[in-house]
T-cell receptor, first 116, second 116 residues
Framework: AQSVAQPEDQVNVAEGNPLTVKCTYS??????LFWYVQYPNRGLQFLLK??????LVKGSYGFEAEFNKSQTSFHLKKPSALVSDSALYFC??????????????FGSGTRLQVQP | NAGVTQTPKFRVLKTGQSMTLLCAQD?????MYWYRQDPGMGLRLIHY???????AKGEVPDGYNVSRLKKQNFLLGLESAAPSQTSVYFC???????????????FGPGTRLTVL
């Protein structure tokens, strides 16, 4: 079975500073990894994904994530945080269980607060 | 192109009542999913469908039923609502192609359900 851990419930960062939201995973098959963002009272929006290739993945709104196979991590990063980045962030891994399922297993989420 | 839509946005039920949540997607996606989101637990898969006329159970299927009579619609039913089903419900859809390149899921805005 696959699992995702987001060790920080909340991350606080000052506007303009770099931010990192941590994610580690466990999966029996290939690690297809995703980051989603959720703004208050909204659905989840896709940010970026790692399927194969370059370990540094670039996504929407200036976010990027670094895939590290040896550490089984997929941390989300941004060089300069904006107040508007404040939201709930979810890391997810593709399910390799039942044939054809292709669902995602999500972490518990990390709330990012960017202070002005 | 509306993407994934959900009806209704909010609902309050009494214990024992029944209701159906509707999810519709206009992206011609094969795969559709129902998740529930509870505080501190991320999203958990209730049921999913890999195509019209097919459904399967996810991690937390008890108390729910689903139907996929049309490719674009995925219905989630609660036959006898319980307070433990108070949650935010999200529908998602994704394409079906080999290689994982299309495993990105697109989410609806959610339905906030309260069972008294």
């Amino acid at each position: 079975a696959q699992s995702v851990a987001q060790p920080e419930d909340q991350v606080n960062v000052a506007e303009g500073n770099p931010l990192t939201v941590k994610c580690t995973y466990s999966v029996s098959g290939n690690p297809y990894l995703f980051w989603y963002v959720q703004y208050p009272n909204r659905g989840l929006q896709f940010l970026l994904k790692y399927i194969t290739g370059d370990n540094l993945v670039k996504g929407s709104y200036g976010f990027e994530a670094e895939f590290n196979k040896s550490q089984t991590s997929f941390h989300l990063k941004k060089p300069s945080a904006l107040v508007s980045d404040s939201a709930l962030y979810f890391c997810a891994v593709r399910d390799w269980g039942a044939t054809g399922r292709r669902a995602l297993t999500f972490g518990s989420g990390t709330r990012l607060q960017v202070q002005p | 192109n509306a993407g994934v839509t959900q009806t209704p946005k909010f609902r309050v039920l009494k214990t024992g009542q029944s209701m159906t949540l509707l999810c519709a997607q206009d992206m011609n996606h094969e795969y559709m999913y129902w998740y529930r989101q509870d505080p501190g637990m991320g999203l958990r898969l209730i049921h999913y469908s890999v195509g019209e006329g097919t459904t399967a159970k996810g991690e937390v299927p008890d108390g729910y039923n689903v139907s996929r009579l049309k490719k674009q619609n995925f219905l989630l039913g609660l036959e006898s609502a319980a307070p433990s089903q108070t949650s935010v419900y999200f529908c998602a859809s994704s394409e079906h192609k080999a290689g994982g390149l299309t495993d990105t899921q697109y989410f609806g805005p959610g339905t906030r359900l309260t069972v008294l």
